[in-house]
């Protein structure tokens, strides 16, 4: 049976410093949620593979570089999966993010928007992607 995403939280990945903004330990294991949500995904694209089919078609234009770079694009998305408050498009777009070569401050400044546009909610889900850029930058170094 699939583990729900919930009782992955609370654990903490080997090399992972305690959370960096507050000197405590993390709230979530970013990378284990995202681990744990693709095998999750693999599920659910074999089981709905025409609807799974089309979003990944969406997604792939919606990320085709035009007027705008991955990077850009990546950032628009973390901002607005903080306003939408959804913690696995946090985990899979902080790291899609970092690997666009954003930078911390950039990531800031993202959510400096996300929470302008969501207000209060959007502050709680700021402090959650900053902690998952956090884990995230450590395995990219």
């Not at 901002?79 to 800031?108: K, L, N, T």
Request: proline share 6%; net charge negative; charged share 20%.
């Amino acid at each position: 049976m699939d583990q729900p995403l919930k009782n992955i939280a609370p654990s903490q990945p080997s090399g992972i410093d305690p959370n960096p903004e507050t000197g405590g330990e993390p709230m979530t294991n970013w990378p284990a949620m995202t681990n744990e949500s693709s095998r999750q995904l693999r599920n659910l694209r074999a089981s709905a593979a025409d609807v799974m089919k089309a979003f990944s078609g969406i997604a792939q234009s919606a990320l085709a570089e035009k007027a705008l770079n991955g990077k850009t694009k990546e950032l628009i998305a973390l901002a607005i999966a903080v306003a939408v408050r959804c913690d696995d498009c946090i985990a899979f777009h902080v790291r899609a993010a970092i690997e666009q070569g954003a930078s911390r401050d950039e990531v800031i400044e993202a959510l400096g928007m996300a929470i302008y546009m969501g207000a209060g909610p959007s502050v709680m889900y700021a402090s959650h992607a900053l902690e998952a850029h956090s884990q995230f930058a450590l395995t990219f170094r």
